[in-house]
């Protein structure tokens, strides 16, 4: 039997050693889930719904212990965790209204009469990442299940203790046994066995593009289709006709929010030249200002690193000669502790390139608009990214422009769950949340009726 220690990264005391499942255990889980799926989608819609609706109360019910399971198990600040909890009932609730929505079309033909069905996939395969471990899953688990579905989650190795608790909470809230089933696994054992079964219908994948790349590689054998959500090396590009002051202010948190670990980190500053020496003075204090330390603690506001392997490799892109312009706080002793830190690197530096996935970010200028575009643009990914000006028609052009799924204006926010998301390029494929998710878990069935003529 493999076994996997699960740390807490804030102490590096193991909270917990799980079994690791095989491709076996994914044989049985589908079989089933399959059983699962056929009494769920012969329920009535509004039972369905009522169902969902009653899986969010649940999951509100247990949003505290949810909360401080994923403090200890990936050191997220009791107040964001708090927050992933509550989303995930609240993405519950939002896509329980959908099994009665989900409506096909009419269409006018000769001879008869053209109907569509959102028909059910069957069994979706879900590979989640580690580092929004609940809200993530629950961005694909909702919307499948509300689409008529089984969900098999395959969690990160190093955070699957909430997953695991939802599912049980799903069991607990009535939906039928076997319907949402958490199997923690390797990826290249338990994710390849999902992607490759023939009982899957299709695949969720959240990780790395390198991942992504292998992912669709094995879905293409078997023609399963796939929704890859990838990385992400975003740009925040400040104008100098910004709210410079609430730029400065702002920046830290669109980047070092869950301490970098976000495909959607704000990690590339674009600042224009004329307005570079005072961003910076206002950004130096704003990144001082960053609560690093214990996540059990209300007022942090950033926690450790998820694992070991991962602060070694966010900890390669800082040797002893970087060009650290300033860096923030974080504990020492104990814990994968890595403080805010911002580099001022030359355009070709890796930092300026590569997805670091921690509170690390670059800050580089730009002469004009077309320059800053022409920088934003200049990676292979594109998944989301904030504009700072106060010329409405200067966010307008730049939004078109910058080729990415989630953009925003003054602000950085880039997840609503009724809004869409999802990347350009290599951060992805496909579209997640907002009103038109539970969609990508059918296939369009068209039926034609012909009608005799009197
Ligand atoms: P990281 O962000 O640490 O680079 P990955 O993108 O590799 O992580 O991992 C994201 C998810 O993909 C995890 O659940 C991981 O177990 C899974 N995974 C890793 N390798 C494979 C693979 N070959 N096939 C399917 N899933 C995989």
Redesign the pocket.
């Known amino acids: 039997m493999t076994t996997i220690d699960i740390v807490n990264p804030a102490t590096e005391e193991t909270i917990s050693v799980l079994e690791l499942l095989d491709a076996t255990a994914v044989d049985e889980a589908v079989a089933r889930a399959t059983s699962a799926q056929r009494i769920w989608a012969a329920l009535a819609p509004a039972e369905r719904a009522e169902r969902l609706r009653g899986f969010a109360d649940t999951v509100a019910a247990h949003q505290g212990e949810l909360a401080d399971l994923e403090v200890s198990n990936s050191g997220h600040p009791i107040g964001q965790a708090t927050w992933e909890a509550g989303h995930v009932r609240d993405v519950l609730e939002y896509y329980a209204t959908a099994p009665e929505r989900l409506s096909g079309r009419q269409i006018p033909v000769a001879g008869g009469i053209d109907i569509t069905f959102a028909e059910p996939i069957g069994v979706i395969g879900v590979?989640?990442?580690?580092?929004f471990p609940m809200t993530i899953a629950a961005w694909a688990f909702a919307p499948a299940l509300a689409a008529g579905n089984a969900v098999l989650v395959?969690?990160?190795?190093w955070t699957p203790l909430t997953m695991l608790r939802l599912a049980e909470l799903a069991v607990s809230a009535g939906l039928p046994d076997g319907l949402l089933q958490t199997l923690p696994g390797?990826?290249?054992v338990v994710?390849?066995a999902?992607?490759t079964h023939p009982g899957v219908g299709k695949v969720v994948?959240?990780?790395?593009t390198?991942?992504?790349t292998?992912?669709m590689e094995?879905a293409a054998e078997s023609v399963t289709p796939v929704t890859l959500e990838l990385g992400g090396k975003s740009a925040n590009i400040v104008f100098a006709d910004s709210d410079l002051e609430r730029a400065a202010a702002t920046a830290p948190y669109g980047v070092f929010d869950n301490a970098g670990q976000d495909c959607c980190a704000r990690s590339r500053i674009l600042v224009q030249r004329t307005v570079y020496d005072r961003f910076m003075e206002l950004f130096e204090p704003a990144v001082a200002g960053v609560t690093v330390g214990d996540p059990r603690a209300e007022s942090t506001e950033m926690g450790p690193l998820v694992s070991r392997a991962?602060w070694e490799k966010v900890s390669s892109y800082v040797p002893d000669d970087a060009p650290v312009a300033f860096r923030g706080s974080a504990p020492t002793g104990p814990g994968f502790w890595f403080p805010p830190t911002v580099l001022t690197p030359a355009a070709s530096d890796r930092t300026v390139r590569d997805e670091i996935?921690g509170p690390v970010v670059t800050v580089q200028t730009f002469a004009d608009e077309a320059e800053a575009i022409a920088l934003a643009n200049d990676t292979p990914y594109g998944l989301s990214g904030s504009i700072w000006t106060e010329n409405l028609s200067r966010a307008l052009r730049v939004t078109r422009a910058v080729a990415a799924g989630n953009l925003s204006v003054n602000s950085h926010s880039s997840v609503r769950y009724s809004t869409p998301f999802g990347g350009f390029k290599q951060s992805g494929i496909g579209r997640e949340l907002g009103p038109d998710a539970p969609f990508a878990f059918t296939e369009t069935k068209n039926v034609f009726i012909a009608v005799a003529d009197a």
């Open positions: 590979i989640t990442p580690w580092n395959k969690p990160a190795e390797r990826g290249d994710g390849d999902l992607i994948f959240t990780g790395s390198a991942t992504g292998r992912v094995r991962h996935f």
